[in-house]
């Protein structure tokens, strides 16, 4: 089949002032798109840009384009984070499996889709690839859509195929994907992941995110068996344990012995992986991060990460104090979800001190630091010091088994600032 290319500056011209225009996620950013919409900006006021984590540039935020573009961040990455952190950017607090229904449900109409997809087969389908999670929901409800067609998008199965007649403008492009190399793990990391998979049980569906404890996690389950993968996304240590056979979804009760993600970040080596990989299947955030969805499945384990968390168990993890550093993204989804799980274990895990030395397991979450998860949700918790089970403690309980995963030289400080604040004697005596 033969279709029409545009230049990427003609496509842009759908864009008008006023207009709300969504980019795709993460690898699947379409840079080039996004300059040639900001070569525009001499002629565009007030554009509202919605998006999760972009890779790349983020040009629109720069203090010259403010009164072209506003960007309004559903999960906060490293090249927004200033700009919304100084007021220049915004940022929605949001489950990630919440983010579709404000596009299906028109509480955030959009008017125009910048996205990256493959080319289309003889059928005319091209493949969202790499980032089927919200931009599914928003080709299907944006007035405009402009693709940016790429041979090193992968195809992925699952429900991210798209017809191009329900494409308003291609461009083609030959652009390498953005890759995320592999984190030289410290031997903290290494600990913490070798803490986390002492508790994986053979058989358990894993959620990960990507980074160094997902990774130093991955590597510690080299002699696991029949391991399932039911996560938001997943990276390159995914492939080792496939092709090693410690992942092969043998017990998973939806998608038996297929992987499932809403999106994927890694190398080449992993985007090689998924292409055309029927063991692979990519849905909408909606499905892979509802609570009822993955509950399913039998011993989800979700390994999640956090920037502190208090002798109570309040989890923060999208703020450092006020400043915002990232997003809810899909933390509780999954916390909910392996909780509610038949075996299921919900691990928050981190670091006990920060690169400044600073303890990350405080009495107290800093002013104005945001709870991502409640001290209701949180169970499993591990450091580089060892793992603590707070389900069904009470506060005191609680203090004393966070002290013990805190870093030696702050747990005795820990202790007795939490006893100060929850032993009540204090309380009452005011």
Known sequence: MHYRMISAEEAVMAIKSGDRVFLQTAAATPARLVDAMVGRAHALRNVEIVSLHTEGAAPYVRPEYQESFRHNAFFVGKNVR????????????????????????GIMPLDVALIHVSPPDRHGYCSLGVSVDVTRAAVHTARHVIAQVNPNMPRT?????????K???LVETDDPLPEVPRHELSEAERQIGSHIASIVEDGATLQMGIGAIPDATLVALSGHKDLGIHSE?????????????????RYKKTHNEIIVASFLMGTRKLYDFVNDNPGVEMFGSDYINDTREIRKNPKVTAINSAIEIDMTGQVCADSIGVKHFSGVGGQMDFIRGAALSPGGK??????????????????????GAGVVTTRAH??????EYGIVNLYGKNLRQRIEAMASIAHPDFREEISRKGHDLYGRKSVCAD
Do not use: W
Not at 84 to 102: N, R, T
Not at 346 to 367: D, F, H, M, N, Y
Not at 378 to 383: G, I, K, R
């Open 157 to 165: 199965h699952g429900e991210g195929l798209l017809h191009v007649s």
């Open 82 to 105: 200033s700009a919304v952190q100084c007021g220049d950017a915004d940022a929605i607090p949001i489950f990630l499996s919440d983010v579709p229904s404000l596009f299906y449900n």
């Open 167 to 169: 494409i308003n403008s």
């Open 233 to 249: 996304m997943f990276s390159d240590g995914v492939v080792d344990l496939v092709e090693s056979g410690v992942i092969t979804g």
């Open 378 to 383: 949180v169970q499993y918790v591990v450091t």
């Open 346 to 367: 919900p691990i928050i895990a981190l670091p006990s001190i920060t690169a400044k030395g600073e303890s990350r397991i405080v009495p107290q979450l800093r002013p």
